[in-house]
């Protein structure tokens, strides 16, 4: 009987972990620096995503709305961007994966522009803590209060 609720345990922790195992990878959710290799040189912007538990994305490309979906580890944004350089507003196309070293790495399109990209996690540098304003140490005694004689 003991060796019976241990199972049946096992079973119902297996089952309610289920959902939680399934759930959408968001390994992607945050701030990303994209370096877009272009005839013309590189091409650097930087994003903002979020997944939902769906594979929906979410967020900015530079000052554009991003739309998109980040499913089994593969991105795939098609959204509407402005560029300036080329002067055009047309669909951005971004397809790629996430790979070993946590880096996004793909395909970029917009108009008849395309190449390949590769997209890592901002460094963010240790926040510079000032140095604390010592006193120098003093030997002398509290004021002793006065006496009132």
């Not at 089952?15 to 990303?32: C, E, F």
Request: aromatic share 8%; charged share 20%.
């Amino acid at each position: 009987m003991k060796r019976f609720l241990v199972i049946a345990a096992a079973m119902v922790c297996l089952v309610m972990g289920l959902p939680v195992a399934q759930a959408q990878d968001t390994g992607i959710n945050g701030k990303w620096h994209f370096v877009l290799a272009t005839p013309g040189g590189d091409r650097e912007v930087d994003a903002d995503f979020t997944v939902d538990a769906d594979g929906n994305v979410t967020g900015k490309w530079g000052s554009s709305d991003v739309a998109g979906t980040y499913k089994e580890g593969k991105l795939a944004l098609d959204f509407q961007f402005t560029s300036e350089e080329v002067g055009a507003t047309a669909a951005m196309k971004i397809d790629g994966k996430l790979d070993d070293t946590a880096a996004l790495a793909g395909d970029w399109a917009f108009t008849e522009y395309n190449g390949t990209y590769k997209a890592t996690r901002p460094v963010v540098a240790p926040a510079q803590v000032p140095a604390a304003a010592t006193a120098p140490a003093s030997d002398a005694k509290p004021n002793a209060p006065a006496d009132p004689h």
